[in-house]
């Protein structure tokens, strides 16, 4: 999981990243997890808000 979450300061969107509806929050699947981030193209800064485990209520 590290490596790819370092592997976004490499590259933001990465195969199977997703822009979540209505928000400013991006999201990619490790496994079971969810790492969700924002992503500032004009200061080229990634930043990680969450990491969480994917349940029916992950999204609430």
């Given at each position: 999981?590290?490596?790819?979450?370092?592997?976004?300061?490499?590259?933001?969107?990465?195969?199977?990243?997703?822009?979540?509806?209505?928000s400013?929050?991006?999201?990619?699947?490790?496994?079971?997890?969810?790492?969700?981030?924002?992503?500032?193209?004009?200061?080229?800064?990634?930043?990680?808000?969450?990491?969480?485990?994917?349940?029916?209520?992950?999204?609430?």
């Amino acid at each position: 999981m590290a490596r790819a979450i370092k592997g976004l300061g490499e590259n933001s969107r990465p195969r199977g990243v997703k822009k979540m509806a209505g928000s400013v929050l991006w999201r990619i699947r490790i496994g079971e997890y969810r790492v969700l981030f924002t992503i500032s193209d004009r200061q080229r800064v990634v930043s990680v808000t969450e990491v969480v485990r994917r349940t029916t209520h992950t999204y609430d």
